[in-house]
């Protein structure tokens, strides 16, 4: 079953910005986001979602209100939610594998009881640019044509990207919106960004930039998020990386070095000394191989609790 807007099947292959030209609902929900002002959002109730990571939960959840994510340049923040139960899975896509990730955002909604009740599957895209390399044009396209592939209506309710998302300055391109948060009660979707990054902030970083796959974070029926156990290869050349200049670091460790945020480079610096220090993960931060737990707790943030049989 096809991706719709408004009702009406949506005939691919096209461009977001001719999409939304022939959906003007699609055109003003994008202007309408563009417009917001930026909301900080605390880190009470929050489950932050870091690149190849997706958290799915529901209006049952008494711990987490707020998913969100943000540092998308080229990269896309997709979230798809059930209007009937409310599931709500927020994820981080880079185009790494989007062919094997769309399936995964599919079924952890499923996974919720009720998804099969009245109410639909609504779809919401944000990020990206004009970049120079195209990455954002060919993310959109392959995010469209994997919903589009997929057995299930999918309503497309936003779709802020790539040039719908785009500002120029000085003849560079940058993003508008860099990140997102979406309220799990009320499913409102806003501007967002965030000064907690955690748990396990380096960690979780680590893995992605090491090649790690798409990975659910969070399960939503014990509320707890679970990170690891993960396993990496040695970083190559790890040492020659943590020498060079900031310049050096944004060329060759960015999609889109002049979009990227201020704390990119301090990010980068920080995983890669974070795997210089662990190159081989498994011995020193998942000991006996379990994985870390973290629940909220009264105050609403994260606490780390025992792994099972420990």
Same mark, same amino acid.
């Given at each position: ?7 009406r099947r949506?005939?691919?292959?096209q461009?977001?910005?001719d ?10 929900? &994008?202007? !309408?986001?563009? +417009? ?7 880190p #009470?109730? $929050? ?5 190849? %990571?997706?958290?799915?939960?529901s209006?049952?959840?008494?711990s987490?209100?707020?998913l969100?994510?943000?540092d998308?340049?080229?990269?896309h923040?997709v979230?798809?939610r ?24 599919m079924n952890a909604?499923?996974?919720?009881p009720?998804?099969?009740?009245c109410?639909?599957?609504? &779809?919401? !895209?944000?990020? +990206?640019?004009n970049?120079?390399?195209q990455?954002? #044009?060919? $993310?959109?396209?392959?995010?469209l044509? %994997? ?5 299930d ?18 003849e560079?391109?940058?993003?508008i919106?860099?990140?997102i ?12 960004s ?15 930039l090491?090649?790690?796959p ?8 014990t ?7 993960y396993s ?12 060079q200049?900031?310049?050096q ?20 610096r920080?995983t ?17 191989n379990?994985?870390l737990?973290?629940k909220?707790?009264?105050d609403?943030?994260?606490?780390k ?6």
């Amino acid at each position: 079953m096809p991706l719709l807007v408004d009702g009406r099947r949506v005939r691919l292959p096209q461009s977001a910005g001719d999409l939304v030209r022939a959906h003007p609902l699609l055109e003003e929900r &994008a202007r !309408l986001l563009r +417009g917001q002002s930026v909301q900080q959002v605390g880190p #009470q109730g $929050l489950l932050y979602v870091q690149q190849r %990571e997706l958290a799915v939960t529901s209006p049952k959840d008494g711990s987490i209100s707020i998913l969100g994510s943000d540092d998308a340049t080229t990269c896309h923040i997709v979230v798809l939610r059930h209007t009937g139960n409310g599931a709500t899975c927020l994820t981080h896509c880079d185009g790494s594998d989007t062919k094997a990730e769309v399936p995964l955002i599919m079924n952890a909604i499923k996974s919720f009881p009720d998804h099969t009740q009245c109410g639909r599957l609504e &779809a919401h !895209l944000v990020g +990206g640019f004009n970049d120079d390399r195209q990455l954002s #044009q060919k $993310l959109t396209h392959q995010l469209l044509s %994997e919903f589009d592939r997929q057995e299930d209506d999918i309503h497309l309710v936003t779709l802020c990207v790539t040039e719908l998302n785009d500002r120029e300055e000085n003849e560079s391109h940058f993003p508008i919106i860099y990140g997102i948060a979406v309220n799990i009660k009320t499913a409102e979707i806003y501007r967002a960004s965030f000064q907690d990054r955690g748990p396990e902030e380096e960690l979780r970083a680590a893995r992605a930039l090491t090649g790690g796959p798409m990975i659910s974070i969070y399960d939503a029926k014990t509320e707890q998020l679970r990170i690891g156990p993960y396993s990496w290869t040695p970083f190559p050349h790890v040492d020659f990386w943590l020498q060079q200049d900031d310049k050096q670091i944004l060329e060759n460790l960015s999609t889109s070095p002049l979009a990227e945020p201020p704390h990119f480079v301090e990010h980068i610096r920080s995983t890669l000394m974070f795997l210089k220090k662990h190159p081989s993960p498994a011995n020193t931060l998942f000991p006996g191989n379990k994985a870390l737990l973290y629940k909220k707790n009264e105050d609403g943030l994260w606490e780390k609790i025992s792994s099972p049989g420990s």
